[in-house]
């Protein structure tokens, strides 16, 4: 027979009863954001944790399918008013860009004298150059604070203009040199693709102009206009963007405005030898059984801004079939293109000073600073204690009879 003595001598064992205690406590006395506290702390549960809601993403919950018929018959009705919403909002678009076709018509007159005071063919009125600029106001600035210092530093600016028209008399600086190459190298995600061998390219850029697709549903095309050069014969060098601007049938809720869906570029007639886009490399390869060596001369691409002429093309079967690499590439070059469709073209004059990278700094610490002020927020309608009515920051409510 089994000793009855030690089961007994178990249980009189104060240490085991107490160890048993205190477990159960922990299981049924600590709060469940202790226990959840306590369980984050472990590294191994929380790569276990992220691997299983990896694997559900996607995954439906299962509520909907749980419903009654009743309850998804409704559901049916609103996501048909969904579409028609989508379909709605399709049309919102399509007047919007016919608004923007019209005063494309209004800013082209405005864009055509850009370019010939940029390529020195007419010299601005003093009326048109009636704009006040910083260094007048810093001048303005001076004057006020000392006119007599001011009016020595005239005269030396004078008697100095004087020496520089005698020692450049004859030379003439045609329009705004290297404007473009200017506005490209000024701008991060340009200046990434001007290669140092595009610069003397880039130099006779002349214009970028974007025109409007009549035939393709709010298509648009960029236009970079080009003088006599030593490295293409063509004049203008173009770009096409193809866009959807309707719900897609077999995903019509994902419809979310215009998107940019293909892109055609054009053909570069490089003169002989000055096709920066390719280089020619040589290789020496090693035969195996002989062991003699020869070189081979190899063409490849070369990294040039002038790619972006020949951009990947999006395959004729759905966009699920692209890889990453070129759907990252597809998706690079569709920014770029709405960049300097949107951006670039308008303001151009003030990329070249600088003043709309300024602008856009400025813009992006504001967002910074809002979103860390919404961090520390006071969330009244989560102050179980708040009161409105003592609180003087808010308005009286207006009570109608």
Known sequence: MADPAEPQKTAENPEDVE????????????????????????????????????????????????????????????????????????????EV??????????????????????????????????????????????????????????????????????????????????????????????????????EPILQHLQDVQVKFSDTDSMGFTLEFYFDTNDFFTNTVLTKHYSMRSEPDEEDPFSFEGPEIVKCKGCEIDWKKGKNVTVKTIKKKQKHKGRGTTRTVTKTVQNDSFFNFFNPPQVPDDEEGDMDEDLEALLAADFEIGHFIRERIVPRAVLYFTGEALEQDDDFDEEGEEEGEGEEGEYDEEGDPDYNPTNDPSKPAECKQQ
């Not at 006395?29 to 472990?42: F, I, V």
């Not at 028609?84 to 049309?91: H, L, S, T, V, Y």
């Not at 473009?180 to 140092?196: A, H, I, P, R, Y």
């Open 97 to 198: 860009h016919e608004l923007e076709c019209k005063y494309a018509s209004k800013y082209t007159p405005l864009y055509e004298k850009r370019k010939t005071v940029i390529t020195g063919n007419v010299e601005p009125t003093d009326e048109e150059c009636d704009w006040p600029s910083d260094d007048e106001k810093e001048d303005e600035q001076l004057s006020v604070k000392n006119p007599a210092e001011d009016m020595k530093n005239k005269a030396n600016v004078e008697e100095k203009e004087k020496e520089d028209k005698d020692k450049k008399e004859g030379e003439d600086v045609k329009g705004i040199p290297h404007f473009w190459l200017t506005v490209f190298k000024n701008v991060d995600m340009l200046s990434e693709m001007v290669q140092e061998h595009d």
């Open 19 to 94: 160890e048993v205690e205190e477990e159960e406590e922990e299981e049924h006395g600590d709060t469940p954001a202790a226990l959840t506290s306590q369980l984050m702390q472990n590294p191994q549960i929380l790569a276990d944790l992220q691997h299983r809601l990896g694997s559900m993403v996607g995954v439906s919950s299962g509520y909907i399918q749980s419903l009654p018929k009743s309850v998804k018959r409704r559901i049916k009705a609103l996501k048909k008013w969904q579409f028609e919403a989508a379909k709605i909002e399709a049309d919102f678009y399509k």
